[in-house]
């Protein structure tokens, strides 16, 4: 199956996910960026639909897949936290490289996330919040094509263009 990402290809798993992995993408800036899961199997009203997880993508780049663990914190995210499926893992643009046990520190202390159903912002657990703030996220799931462009704006890389028969939800 060809990609049509800018992400690239890295491996295949069908691994279940774990909170406290770290997994790799690599833009087409030939560099790592690195992922952290946060929650999994999370059911509504903690996530926008049961089953979900909650990633974060990092600001941090290297040429090689070593972790710099020190640096994946909660103030250097590239996007704001993502809720996704194992699309990623499945496809092969998500790459998991190390377990660690996830520390309070880990974390963002609080979530804002737009939902556009209800128009408001809302928290983790699907609170209305008074007002935004950032990082604010999207109140639904992500698709790794979604996630892809996601990145791509935020690296200031042009988009994957897309194909008749693609589906960005996919």
């Keep these: 199956m060809e990609l049509r990402t800018n992400l690239q290809y890295l491996k295949k798993s069908n691994k279940a996910p774990r909170p ?21 199997d999370l059911q509504f009203p903690k996530a926008p639909m049961s089953g979900a997880m909650l990633v974060y ?12 663990l020190d640096e994946l914190t909660p103030d250097r995210l590239l996007v704001p936290p993502i809720y ?17 046990e996830l520390e309070r520190a880990d974390e963002l202390e609080r979530y804002c ?6 128009k408001k912002y809302v928290n983790e657990e699907r609170e209305v919040l008074p007002q935004r703030f950032e990082p604010c996220g999207t109140w639904g799931l992500v698709s790794y094509r979604m996630l892809d462009d996601m990145v791509s704006d935020a690296l200031g890389i042009e988009r994957a263009p897309e194909h008749p028969n693609d589906n960005r939800n996919d």
């Design 20 to 40: 406290g992995d770290v997994f790799v993408l690599r833009p087409p800036t030939d560099r790592y960026l690195f992922g952290r899961v946060i929650g999994v």
């Design 57 to 68: 993508i990092y600001s941090v780049e290297r040429e090689d897949k070593q972790p710099p």
């Design 84 to 100: 996704t499926n194992k699309k990623g893992w499945t496809v092969g643009i998500f790459e998991t490289v190390l377990h660690r």
């Design 113 to 118: 996330f737009w939902d556009g159903l209800r």
